[in-house]
């Protein structure tokens, strides 16, 4: 297990860091602005798309950290919705913030996501602002499109280099510190969409940060 997991598994005051970041709007867009040059309303408006393709989906939420998304998805109702997360850490944050939000056939699951035991059963996968954070973002992205159905949808955020000097700057800030893994440029972004058998694909970059869709190819 690489540095940079072991420091997600255990929880340092950075990474809870992020997920107080994440839960405060004002911080979280005034943060993102800084670091990354990104305009945070880019993820509420993704995640006003969601909710309104949520109710009676099965949806792969993953990593899903502190649950961050659960609020902004608060009163909806999912056939299935997974959260699943490496840190026992951000899973307790997760557990905590299920309990306040009322989302509807919600489980949380620690797994890292390549070992993910999950096979074409889900029609929406959630990944926010995680591949950074992973040692192998394109076997990542793999797991990710097996499980969903033919047809079914990736959305996601991550964070990319090459986009600025100071941009980078706080990328390789945060691997000093070990909390990102290698940082790659939109180009590789889209070479592990490709790869995973998605098609459809958009990536859309608000500094730093790249919003990407995908759907799997086929249909049921
Ligand atoms: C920056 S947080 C993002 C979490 C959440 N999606 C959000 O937007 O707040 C990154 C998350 O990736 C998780 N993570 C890192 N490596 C992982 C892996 N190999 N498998 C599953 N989760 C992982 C961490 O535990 C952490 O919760």
């Given at each position: 297990?690489?540095?940079?997991?072991?420091?997600?598994?255990?929880?340092?005051?950075?990474?809870?860091?992020?997920?107080?970041?994440?839960?405060?709007?004002?911080?979280?867009?005034?943060?993102?602005?800084l670091a990354f040059g990104s305009d945070y309303r880019r993820w509420y408006a993704d995640l006003a798309a969601v909710r309104s393709q949520i109710d009676g989906a099965a949806v792969l939420d993953v990593p899903c950290g502190g649950g961050a998304v659960f609020a902004h998805l608060s009163g909806t109702a999912p056939r299935r919705y997974v959260g699943a997360d490496v840190s026992p850490a951000?899973?307790?944050?997760?557990?905590?913030?299920?309990?306040?939000?009322s989302i509807q056939n919600l489980e949380l699951v620690e797994r890292d996501v390549l070992t993910m035991p999950y096979d074409?059963?889900?029609?929406?996968?959630?990944?926010?602002?995680?591949?950074?954070?992973?040692?192998?973002?394109?076997?990542?992205?793999?797991?990710?499109?097996?499980?969903?159905?033919?047809?079914?949808?990736?959305?996601?955020?991550?964070?990319?280099?090459?986009?600025?000097?100071?941009?980078?700057?706080?990328?390789?800030?945060?691997?000093?510190?070990?909390?990102?893994?290698?940082?790659?440029?939109?180009?590789?972004?889209?070479?592990?969409?490709?790869?995973?058998d998605l098609d459809e694909i958009t990536v859309d970059c608000s500094g730093a940060i790249a919003y990407f869709s995908a759907t799997k190819r086929g249909r049921d």
């Open positions: 297990m690489t540095i940079v997991t072991q420091k997600w598994r255990r929880g340092t005051p950075i990474t809870s860091g992020w997920d107080f970041t994440v839960k405060h709007r004002a911080i979280a867009m005034a943060y993102t602005y951000m899973l307790a944050l997760a557990a905590k913030e299920a309990q306040k939000s074409a059963e889900f029609d929406l996968c959630l990944s926010y602002m995680g591949l950074h954070c992973m040692p192998n973002p394109a076997g990542a992205v793999s797991a990710m499109a097996r499980a969903l159905r033919p047809g079914g949808v990736l959305r996601g955020s991550t964070v990319l280099v090459g986009t600025g000097w100071r941009n980078d700057r706080f990328v390789s800030l945060w691997q000093r510190r070990g909390i990102f893994a290698d940082v790659y440029p939109e180009n590789d972004l889209r070479q592990w969409l490709e790869a995973a």
